[in-house]
């Protein structure tokens, strides 16, 4: 009994340690997006404000390209190495980025080698969070206790969540109390760039204390050493697009009911900035809150259903939520509108991890979460805020509300077909 209760411990302790790199990690990848209605200005020339949200757009999408780059590099050293070095590695580069970026020039500073600046920052940061989603996935995932792994896995978008609402409250913290609207668009927005360079060092300090998983750890150098993880996965073609296919819809509704709704707020219902962000804000901690109660529902009920429920009502109630919050004007209906798409976000979010973790063996378990689900990150989650814009600026924002129920509607066809991974989980054969 005594060892069960020193073993416990020391899986807490390991996924609190996990879990609070991961804060720090997506806080630094996220107050990209908060802060680009400050920074926008700085970086291309003075003009549209859409056009130059639709600029910074562009390098934040530019920077989830290198995500399955990120991806097939962390995941075969977390795969090869070890999950604790892949994780260690991978909060080194995040704080690299961030540095660049708070010391970056202004366009009228030195012109076009300023975005080309900001755009190496992104590069290395995609890099950085593209291993970071699928590492840290599998980490949780090998640490949890086989009966609750759906509620420890879900920690993995509690802290991410967490270090988007630290990044909006950063942002109003310095809009409110310490900062005017023009010293944030001059200087202040390079202060939370210096935060998450901090942050990130914190974060390496942390990680190199956490424990390697028993899953891991289990196998010998030598096996290790022969294996490669790269002809490993070129063997599950099928998992490999069930990733890709389960992670489509949701990765697009997640980052449009989560970053963009900051900008959407501003830029098509016509609230102020300080609004906006507390709008935000407000929505994503009701959103982080549920994050473990679905993950505790899928331990009892599987995974399965909680993703056909996302499916369905994702399907059916995207445009209805997006047209109406076009027109609304009152922050209260805002707010309820946007945490109850939240909510059915959430039967994704909550367990996504978990699933992709629970398709694959061991040897190339890091790799067939990463770099599938960095390929469907890239090319929807990453572009959400693009196309949304680019649809606006010409005319037909209502366009991208069909495009994210029809992506959200492929998804759901791979939940119906797909089994449920928690009664066939290779995390049992380890």
């Known amino acids: 009994m005594k060892a069960r209760i020193i073993g416990t411990k020391n899986r807490i302790k390991?996924?609190?340690?996990?879990?609070?790199?991961n804060l720090i990690e997506w806080y630094d990848w996220y107050i990209y997006s908060a802060f680009s209605l400050y920074f926008a200005?700085?970086?291309?020339?003075?003009?549209?404000?859409?056009?130059?949200?639709?600029?910074?757009?562009?390098?934040?999408?530019?920077?989830?390209?290198?995500?399955?780059?990120g991806g097939l590099i962390m995941g075969v050293y977390a795969d090869k190495k070890g999950r604790k070095s892949a994780l260690t590695f991978s909060v080194i580069l995040m704080c690299?980025?961030?540095?660049?970026?708070?010391?970056?020039?202004?366009?009228?500073?030195?012109?076009?080698?300023?975005?080309?600046?900001?755009?190496?920052?992104?590069?290395?940061?995609?890099?950085?969070?593209?291993?970071?989603?699928?590492?840290s996935a599998t980490?949780?995932?090998?640490?949890?206790?086989?009966?609750?792994?759906?509620?420890?896995?879900?920690?993995?978008?509690?802290?991410?969540?967490?270090?988007?609402?630290?990044?909006?409250?950063?942002?109003?913290?310095?809009?409110?109390?310490?900062?005017?609207?023009?010293?944030?668009?001059?200087?202040?927005w390079r202060i939370p760039f210096f935060i998450g360079a901090l942050g990130a060092y914190v974060g390496f300090y942390l990680r190199l204390r956490i424990r390697e998983t028993e899953s891991f750890s289990s196998e010998?150098?030598?096996?290790?050493?022969k294996n490669n993880p790269i002809v490993g996965l070129m063997k599950h073609p099928k998992e490999v697009l069930t990733v890709i296919g389960l992670t489509m819809g949701g990765t697009l509704a997640f980052y449009t009911y989560s970053t963009y709704m900051q900008k959407f707020i501003v830029n098509?219902?016509?609230?102020?900035?300080?609004?906006?962000?507390?709008?935000?804000?407000?929505?994503?901690?009701?959103?982080?809150?549920?994050?473990?109660?679905?993950?505790?529902?899928?331990?009892?009920?599987?995974?399965?259903?909680?993703?056909?429920?996302?499916?369905?009502?994702?399907?059916?109630?995207?445009?209805?939520?997006?047209?109406?919050l076009s027109t609304a004007q009152n922050p209260w209906m805002i707010f309820a509108l946007i945490t109850t798409a939240l909510l059915i976000v959430a039967n994704y979010t909550s367990i996504n991890a978990i699933v992709k973790a629970e398709l694959f063996p061991v040897e190339i378990r890091a790799l067939g979460v990463s770099l599938p689900y960095a390929i469907a990150v890239s090319?929807?989650?990453?572009?959400?805020?693009?196309?949304?814009?680019?649809?606006?600026?010409?005319?037909?924002?209502?366009?991208?509300?069909?495009?994210?129920?029809?992506?959200?509607?492929?998804?759901?066809?791979?939940y119906i077909i797909m089994p449920d991974t928690k009664e066939h989980s290779r995390l049992d054969e380890d």
């Open 41 to 69: 200005d700085a970086f291309f020339p003075k003009g549209n404000l859409t056009l130059q949200l639709l600029n910074a757009a562009a390098i934040f999408a530019v920077g989830f390209l290198m995500r399955p780059i």
């Open 220 to 225: 010998t150098p030598e096996q290790i050493k």
């Open 96 to 135: 690299f980025g961030s540095m660049l970026i708070a010391m970056a020039p202004t366009y009228e500073q030195v012109g076009v080698l300023s975005p080309v600046i900001l755009v190496i920052a992104r590069l290395i940061q995609g890099i950085s969070v593209g291993g970071e989603y699928g590492v």
């Open 268 to 324: 098509t219902i016509g609230l102020s900035r300080d609004t906006s962000t507390m709008l935000s804000a407000s929505t994503l901690f009701v959103f982080m809150l549920v994050q473990p109660l679905f993950g505790l529902l899928s331990d009892y009920i599987g995974r399965r259903p909680l993703l056909i429920v996302f499916g369905v009502l994702g399907t059916l109630t995207t445009v209805p939520i997006l047209t109406t």
């Open 379 to 414: 090319i929807f989650g990453g572009t959400a805020e693009y196309i949304a814009l680019w649809l606006k600026n010409i005319g037909h924002e209502n366009w991208f509300f069909y495009y994210v129920t029809a992506c959200i509607m492929i998804s759901l066809a791979v």
């Open 139 to 188: 980490y949780l995932s090998e640490m949890a206790s086989s009966k609750h792994r759906g509620f420890y896995s879900s920690f993995q978008y509690v802290t991410l969540i967490m270090g988007q609402l630290l990044a909006l409250s950063v942002l109003i913290v310095l809009q409110r109390f310490l900062l005017t609207s023009e010293e944030l668009h001059s200087w202040g």
């Open 14 to 21: 390991s996924i609190f340690g996990g879990s609070l790199g």
